[in-house]
């Protein structure tokens, strides 16, 4: 069974950085085979698309409302996949979850592509 861990979350001003990470481990799960992919959840709203990455790393995607500002990236020998935040504002506050793209029905943005959500983790961008 495969298992996605985020981390690095927190509370941060306006303005500022963070980098998430998320752990893949799975026995039998080959991470560097997939392509991976964050969404972020709000309260009170429906889970949003962010970014997503494809198994090589060279190629990346993101949402209108993050780019410029977010960036993907993967570490294929550490099993690890990154999403840094910068010049967050307020409504980027979200709980941000990894996960890896199974299907390839739709667009990088289609939700219902990717699996294996982990618990996610809280971003708060408050003053």
């Known amino acids: 069974q495969v298992q996605l861990m985020e981390s690095g979350g927190g509370l941060v001003q306006p303005g500022g950085s963070l980098r998430l990470s998320c752990t893949v481990s799975g026995f039998g799960f080959v991470f560097r085979n997939y392509a991976m992919g964050w969404a972020r959840q709000a309260p009170g709203k429906e889970l949003e698309w962010v970014s997503g990455i494809n198994a090589g790393g060279a190629t990346t995607f993101y949402a209108d409302s993050v780019k410029d500002r977010f960036a993907i990236s993967r570490d294929n020998a550490k099993s690890t996949l990154y999403l840094q935040l910068n010049n967050l504002k307020p409504e980027d506050t979200a709980k941000y979850y990894c996960?890896?793209?199974?299907?390839?029905?739709?667009?990088?943005?289609?939700?219902?592509?990717?699996?294996?959500w982990g618990q996610g983790t809280q971003v708060t961008v408050s003053s």
């Open positions: 996960g890896k793209r199974e299907f390839w029905r739709g667009r990088w943005s289609s939700l219902s592509d990717y699996n294996g």
